[in-house]
């Protein structure tokens, strides 16, 4: 079982920036595609951006393209979502998530319990 550490979250005003991370100590996230999604009050949970396993491909919902850039540092162990011009749509809980050899957002293993994001003035 995979614990996710996520952390980054909190108060931004629109336009601002923050950077999210996806950490799971004592676990090698190597080899395993990660993914952060978002589920905005009275909102379905919907895919944010993923990362196959091997870092070749990288996605990322209409909604965030230009303004989101997921990373990955296997030195840390750890996924980042990088995310600019916040808007107040984005404000949701977001929370990362694992599939071993995954290469997109589909059919996720393993999820982290959220870091909240507000965007608001």
């Known amino acids: 079982q995979v614990q996710f550490v996520e952390s980054g979250g909190g108060l931004v005003q629109p336009g601002g920036s923050l950077r999210l991370s996806c950490a799971a100590p004592?676990?090698?996230?190597?080899?395993?595609?990660i993914g952060w999604f978002r589920q905005a009050p009275g909102k379905e949970r919907e895919a944010v951006s993923c990362?196959?396993?091997?870092?070749?491909?990288?996605t990322y919902a209409d909604s965030v393209k230009g303004r989101f850039t997921i990373s990955r540092d296997k030195a840390k162990n750890t996924v980042y979502l990088e995310a600019n011009k916040l808007e107040a749509e984005d404000t949701a809980v977001y929370y990362c998530a694992a599939k071993r050899w995954g290469r997109s957002c589909d059919d996720m293993d393993y999820w982290g319990k959220g870091t909240l994001v507000t965007v608001s003035s």
């Open positions: 990362i196959s396993y091997d870092d070749a491909r990288t």
């Open positions: 004592g676990f090698s996230l190597d080899y395993y595609g």
